[in-house]
């Protein structure tokens, strides 16, 4: 780049801070909308869907600890206790959650002078959700949910990509394996020794799902579907507003072309566009005894049955309890 393509550079990227914290000194960001989901599960896409009007302030994947240098120090999947959060940590979320926290990747689709709220979305903070929305209150979390195998074969396509692929990691967390991951040692262990990327990310899947879901009381969190958004995105979007809006009463209106425009991160990797169906097209990419063990690792954190033979999800089973083999 040349020296005034850098100059230009950062002079837009000094006046985007200044937009930033004079909407944070005029109390723009009160509502705050965390998109928490495992990578390749939609977060993308939803946050679009979410953000139709451009109304909020999206910060993209603020934790992410290879592409943020500010959570650099940040573990992939990190695990907090309630309460438990140390002054870095909690420093770093208190800035981000506020809308104090800038960066130009995190910023990079921010064009507008007014806003109306944040909306963060993050793939690496399931673990940290609960803690941190206990300590900063205002937040309205949101669990992203796609089916598994579809999550697994779309990271095996971009397997060069940083995802965490090791189980291990999260059971070395002493805190998550004392608090959550204990009963599940040798299932981890076995799986990790296999060393298997697919039945890997579908244990990862697992876990960081399963532990935020045992931690939010129903109402405290808004769980959506990917495959229910694709199949009615205004009626899944409105809903997901009256859990942010409280109960109040809303139907958002999306844009076909905005419904239809493949995320920025997947491109035409599958999209409306290209005739394949993110929903069911993961059928023809992974083999069936791998969709069988994958099926028994799920069913020890009691997700069996989670979807059905059209890939479509049954949130009832959410509600069950785990049965540890």
């Known amino acids: 780049m040349s020296n005034t393509g850098r100059l230009r550079t950062k ?11 004079a909407n944070r000194a005029l109390g723009n960001y009160r509502d705050v909308v965390w998109i928490v989901g495992d990578g390749r599960s939609g977060t993308t896409w939803v946050s679009d869907l979410v953000n139709h009007d451009g109304r ?58 007014v806003y109306e709220g944040l909306l963060v979305k993050d793939i690496f903070a399931n673990l940290m959700c609960y803690a941190a929305c206990q300590a900063f209150p205002r937040v309205r979390p949101v669990l992203l949910i796609r089916n598994p195998f579809a999550v ?45 990327f697919i039945l890997n990310q579908v244990l990862i899947w697992a876990i960081v799902n399963y532990v935020p879901l045992q931690q ?19 009626g899944e979007i ?23 425009r493949p995320s920025r991160v997947v491109k035409q990797e599958t999209s409306f566009k290209a005739g394949s169906s993110p929903v069911t097209s993961w059928k023809n990419e992974i083999d069936p005894q791998r969709i069988d063990d994958g099926l028994r690792l799920l069913e020890a954190f009691g997700f069996d049955g989670l979807y059905n033979d059209a890939s479509m999800p049954d ?8 049965a540890v083999a």
């Open 11 to 21: 002079a837009t990227n000094f006046g985007k801070r200044m937009v930033f914290r």
């Open 56 to 113: 909020f302030r999206e910060m993209f994947e603020p934790l992410h600890p290879q592409l943020v240098k500010a959570a650099s120090f940040v573990q992939p999947h990190q695990y907090c206790r309630p309460g438990a959060m140390d002054d870095r940590l909690r420093d770093l979320m208190g800035s981000i959650l506020s809308g104090g926290f800038c960066d130009p990747r995190v910023d990079f689709g921010n064009k507008a002078l």
């Open 152 to 196: 697994a074969a779309s990271k095996y396509k971009k397997r060069d990509w940083f995802w965490g692929d090791e189980p291990l990691d999260l059971l070395n967390q002493p805190a998550l394996r004392e608090d959550f991951l204990a009963p599940f040692e040798d299932l981890i262990r076995q799986t990790s020794a296999r060393g298997d």
């Open 216 to 234: 939010f009381a129903p109402d405290d969190l808004h769980v959506c579907f990917y495959e229910q958004i694709y199949a009615d995105p205004e």
């Open 238 to 260: 409105s809903r997901l507003f009256r859990f942010i809006r409280n109960g109040e009463d809303c139907h958002v209106k999306l844009d076909d072309d905005l419904i239809r």
């Open 315 to 322: 949130a009832g089973v959410l509600m069950r309890p785990a």
